[in-house]
């Protein structure tokens, strides 16, 4: 990585850094929402650059309350806008130094949404939390089920629910039966769960009957983001036979706000773990499509200041990026730009490192403190949970802010 | 239901008569797609009306590619545009005898998908399917799972590959594994079958958080359509545990191009099947939801006329729409208009009414016989599905016309 200066002020450990240029949407007071790239704590407005002519790309695109429409250009486009971003920001005569109008604080900005998300699809790509939960939902000597090795295994979500980071989420009302029960209740989830999840949004389209390579699936990839994808653990026990989670999932998932390029991340890359048996040829890959991205799970209570319960890494998936979305279309399923597929549940070896309290607290057998001394097994009303992550080597740092989310009580 | 006569010829049987007036999207050449009414073998054009001062609703709601904006004007406005044009059609000193244009030919004019689906689920409400389907994926002394008879059984399907009817569609491609295969091999599906199924387009929004009655249920319902549930068998049955359908359903759905309304079905209720064991208050529901529509499958090959593989009955439904929705919604999940529920496939109790090749062959053990003389077990390449379905109740007829969908090789 050449070394970039900007003239712009990033704290230092910012995770928006110069090398970074995450794209977002925002708004000011009552405005409209439109485009913006994050710098340090500040977010360059897009359209009014593109007004002032500073980037080859109509103001239009940018004036929108998705960035759906822009990633749609395509990456010869999108990454230009990106380096040009950058270059205005790290040159010492940029014409942007007498524009500080084109500047927001990130504290007077309100994030949104950053893509309308037509489909939604949620992975299961972590072999450590699917034998975990394996181990416990079904059977613990067999706790990977046989096809687990040979197939991204994914389901489809809910695209409606997805709100973004801050976003306060009601507790879900469902259905639940525990084994000591004759008949099912209905009542507030007693097992309300997060996932610590990265996701992935689509940045170039496909037409039904087309299949994507592992080789080409990196052009079909915009760029990450954060994603916690909420679990009523009691309510998915009871329904999810056979067809998979439905309710336990589809009241919410949330979304960090700033969606960082595939490009930004490229230096981050590593090898991902053997895969044993061998993959059939069209999940096989070349190349180093993990990624280094450390990630925590912090808890606070309303009364606590935040614990952090998890320390995880990206670079523990067992299924990466490129094979998942060439997994996805192998059938001809086409995608859309603005498509999210998390990761599923990201857990490394370590129980400190589990990706959910399903894990954490195994079931909720193994309560864990809070920092005012409170226990917890699963999410209390009132808790707040948060999750962050960032890229860091040679020290620039490329990172992700935040996803947060606090669970009020049942409606 | 008072007795109606339209001066607009429609010939006997015809689905689209002066009591069902259903809506679609139509285009004629290279004119942009807009909305429409079905009466015989016509389609009356909206827009057209519209400017003519004959209904209260604007043009631009009706110029559009689909009718989510349409719908989104809410019942009293949908329905009203409904009677007034029944009315338009009916009286004899009609304003649109004068106005031959209005009326475009069936035959000249090309369907499209009615709505942008959002959100795409499928349920799994028949239980003779949900019996037969356990019984060959499962264990056949233990068919129906223990949640079966307590939930509306449903999961998220993928939005973005239905298509229209009259869409051909490509055998998929994908992971197979019999019980004799050491390991899976890539291939095109072997056991291509289709799904009867009906689905209603949701006709008004909730929010995150909001419950939906069963009571309250059939103000969120537009009206239905014919849906064919495209799936893969031996793609589903090694990916499917315990996530779900995924890639054995993804690569395509087909959809009724006319949506009936609720209110055109309103004569055809019935009382649905008992519920036993008592069902939860939230889905317990009064008046009869069930609706007797009459429902058929042909099969054809490229050299064969038409066979009527089965007739079943939409009415045969354990669980309604109305329990439907208000367990969607339990949870809190939101609903947008244009959004799909679809029924799950509708068996009836007599193997000349399963909804399904999987069971019409019984998983491929017995096969039948096409008009050509050729033997089927699951789809061919280059065979046709066509699935019709009606209404009819004291000579008065309400139907869907058809969902036809042509199995191309794979690609």
Redesign the interface.
Known sequence: MTTLKTWVTVPHNSDFSIYNLPFGIFSVNDDAPKAGIAIGEQIIDLAAISELGLIAVDASYLKQKTLNEFISLGKKITNKVRLDVQQLLSIENSPLKNHSEVFVSQKDAKMHLPVHV??YTDF?SSIEHATNA?KM??DPENAL?P?WR??P?????????I?VSGTDI?R????V?TNDME????KASGNLDFELEMGFVVGKSTE??E?VSTKNAADHIFGLVLFNDWS?RD?QK???????????K???SSMSPWIVTLEALEPFKVQGPEQQ?EV???LKYEGEHNYDIKLEVCMSSSTSEETTISRSNFKYMYWNMMQQLA??T???????VG?VMASGTISGKDESSYGSLLEISWGGKKPFELKDGSKRTFIEDNDTVTMRGFAEKDGKRVGFGQVTGTILPS?
Chains 1, 2 share one sequence.
């Open positions: 037509g489909d299961y394996g939902f079904r089920l096809n040979h197939i295994v994914g389901y489809h979500g809910r695209a409606s629910s709100v009601h879900p009302m469902g259905q039966k008949v099912p209740v209905f039904l009957g299949r009523a309510i009871w329904e999810y036979v056979p067809l998979g989670p439905f309710l336990g589809s009241f919410a048996p059939l040829s069209y997994h996805h192998v059938n001809g399923c086409n995608l859309n498509d409606k």
